[in-house]
């Protein structure tokens, strides 16, 4: 059982509302990512982290933005939620190993914007 | 275009029956793939991961096969159990980049009837 943490796992909110989804590992690992998932979809990168202070965009754009002050902890914010953010959150961490590493999945938040 | 691709899109079998699901994909420079187990609201969870390598590789009753040849692996799962009943993902690394991109298939969802 991987020890990565997400909270809320369920938000319902309405638009124009900020809102911040927690992620936390204990694991030490220095990569962590957020990804988006829409139902019977595939996994869409939004964030990547490779260690404190460190923050990049991924491959799907998202209005979304994180960071990364401590290894542990990397939360992502919207700052005006739109109903079109509605969707799964996954973070996820892995060790900082070229290539092989296995990324760790939280249980991800469900986030429905009205 | 780097694709990952899957099949059947959804699986029902009866309890204790085996199944095999598919797994194809373009992904190049080819670095290792990964079959992700995903239940209902939670999180992907891993099963395998195979590098260029390695033809088979096995986690109790789940198989996985590789050939790199042909770009094609399937995932076997014997004697099936209601809980095998969830998402299963395959997920292809390429070696194009320090993050060891990921791309992932939309998933079979499997349910298994008792």
């Known amino acids: 059982e991987a020890d990565i943490y997400q909270t809320p796992r369920y938000l319902v909110i309405g638009t124009g509302k900020k809102i911040t989804l927690e992620c936390s590992q204990t694991?030490?690992?220095?990569?962590m990512y957020w990804y988006q998932q829409d139902p019977g979809m595939e996994l869409h990168l939004i964030h990547y982290s490779y260690g404190v202070n460190s923050t990049e965009k991924g491959d799907l754009s998202s209005e979304s933005t994180v960071s990364r002050i401590r290894t542990e902890h990397f939360p992502l914010t919207l700052e005006s939620a739109r109903p079109s953010h509605t969707s799964q959150y996954l973070c996820a961490s892995s060790e900082n190993l070229l290539h092989q590493e296995t990324q760790y999945f939280g249980p991800g938040t469900r986030l429905l914007v009205l | 275009k780097n694709q990952v691709e899957q099949s059947p899109q959804s699986l029902i079998i009866l309890e204790g029956k085996n199944c095999t699901l598919q797994c194809n994909y373009t992904v190049s420079p080819f670095s290792n793939l990964r079959w992700y187990k995903q239940d209902t609201g939670r999180g992907p969870v891993s099963l395998t991961i195979?590098?260029?390598?390695?033809n088979t590789k096995s986690n109790g009753r789940y198989t996985a096969t590789l050939d790199a040849d042909t770009k094609q692996s399937s995932l076997h799962i014997t004697a099936s159990q209601l809980s095998d009943s969830a998402s299963y993902i395959c997920?292809?690394?390429?070696?194009?980049?320090?993050?060891?991109?990921?791309?992932f298939g939309r998933g079979t969802q499997l349910t298994v009837w008792p």
């Open positions: 694991m030490g690992h220095d990569k």
């Open positions: 997920v292809v690394s390429d070696r194009g980049s320090t993050l060891g991109r990921l791309y």
């Open positions: 195979m590098t260029f390598s390695e």
